[in-house]
């Protein structure tokens, strides 16, 4: 085995000199054009058989880059190929943090295959080296994104950690993915689809007073939010066109169709507007294909218009089932203050337009912030969220703060008397350290706070993603866009992650608030509280990937009676022939 590479640069390295000299001297006219084009030819078959000879000492990484590929966790023949949420984005993050890669914004993705795209230099040196390729640039290049499973039990009641379009109930619930990736030139697709199924265990639930499929709805508020506390009493099947995309990038600009999730927001965990809580949902997208110069800095811009639907177990009639959502993000960097994003997005929820016209619904995300956004007459039902955040990225560490507002403000002097009012925020710090051994350690810590604030006692609140007259709330197929520990409020997250060139590990401990009772002053022994701790370990195989992990969970109080305790297990896979990372602890 040893030998066949040097066997095959040497027949590759004949072959091209051979169709190098033979395609330069024939039919020629001259014995001083034929020697000309005899050297011309040599000097191009010698340069082939050096490439080809190259190639193929290199190895499979390098040539994969070029051609077929598989592409497995952690391991990657083009970083643009990164997914919201996966490994691979979530790493090159933190190298961005420890100052490996070039500075890339982090706060509007999915990013455009040209701003990861050599982010990362080929001669960086980091704990997955060996399993990063060389990005393909404008080449033709055709992959197959290398199949993976996910299994999860829940002993006790349904608990997710952002796993998708995937609802993790009680008992099992499995998971899997797999497609094909293609580029050309300024065109891309991805074509990713996710199937799961639920073993949907009987849990307790809390009675909300409706009867057949409605009485698995929402504990609190089921006329206000699409987010049922069980799926259900049997188990069931899901399938969807999951992390797909197609898009066309040229000119700077940006445009395509995608089923892909998105993640809105500087969040790690719990993001505020959209994330990974939820499955992605169908929509068209126009925007910005990489960071704008704009003399101060640059500007990155998205605008949207999706298609959301509810699940089976919303109170809303059929025929005000569809809904459609329109958004705009921008992020902007400033000349002169190196890692710092500043962005801001706003999103509006309204009934799907009978007749297809969805521009009317994309103007208003223009229009005035104040009374009812872009129908000031409120002729027509919607609901909007908006919210401002910023990054920084300096000394090997980052910190990030986001504010979020559930409605609109009457007018200007109301937004500046009681900014609060359906309000959230978030904030988070990470420290990133390099170690002597290769490896890269990070400690990180992030909270949320969206609880109904004292406000409640003059006017009205609700809780976050509640919302009227669009009474599915910010959800889609029964799951909550945002951040699922937002809704009920309060969160902090503890933890540890350490990458070598073997895989992760990770180490966390976090406070949830689930759910507390509607109304100021509901005592605190009351809160439907949820603590946890979780260790997972990521390890890098020869032919495939694995990740296992174990929670370990203590629910006071859980749905306002007693206290519950579990453990949520997790086993994930990845396959495909990865080369044998080096060896480190």
Sequence with gaps: RA????????HCARRATRRGGWAFTSETRSTMT????????????????????????????EAAAQGF??????RLADWSDAAVGSEEEMYLRMLGVAGITRPTPFTLRPAAPGVLRGALSDTAAHPWRARAGRASGGRARFALLAPGAHLVYNSTAPFSLNDGFAWTGRGVTAAARGGIAARWRAFSVRLEPEVAWAMNQATGIVPNGLAGP???ADALEPSSIDAPQRFGSRPFATASLGQSTVRVDALGLAAGVSTANQWIGPALADPLILGTNAGGFPRVFVGTGRPIPIGVGTVQVQV???????????????DSATRILTAAAAVFTIRGVPGLELGGARLFHGHYPDNGNVGPRVRSLVQTFFGNGGDPAGTTPQNQLASLWGRWVFAGAEVWGEF????????????????????????????????????LTALRFE????????????????????????????????????????????????GYDRYTARGRWTAEVARRVVQVPVGEGAPSDRWDVLNYARLERLRFGRRQDLVVGATA????NRNFRRDAYGVRLDAGWRFGPTPRAAATP
């Design 214 to 216: 409605q009485r698995f």
């Design 447 to 494: 909270t949320l706070n969206t609880r109904v604030t004292h406000l409640v006692r003059l006017r009205g609140q609700t809780r976050p993603y509640v919302h009227t007259p669009i009474r599915q709330g910010h959800t889609y197929l029964g799951q909550v866009l945002g951040s699922a520990a937002g809704q009920g409020g309060l969160a902090t997250t503890i």
């Design 69 to 74: 590929t598989l592409l497995t966790a952690g």
């Design 404 to 439: 979020m507002r559930n409605d609109a403000s009457v007018d200007g002097r109301d937004f500046w008397q009681e900014p609060d009012h359906n309000s959230g925020w978030a904030a988070g710090a990470r420290r990133v350290f390099r170690r002597s051994d290769g490896s």
């Design 34 to 61: 034929q020697r000309r084009r005899r050297a011309h030819g040599a000097r191009q078959g010698a340069t082939a058989a050096v490439v080809c000879a190259a190639a193929i000492a290199a190895g499979p990484r």
């Design 304 to 318: 949207q218009a999706g298609r959301l639907a509810q699940s089976r177990y919303s109170t809303v009639p059929a």
């Design 553 to 556: 969970l203590a629910q006071l």
């Design 3 to 10: 030998a066949r590479p040097r066997h095959a640069a040497v």
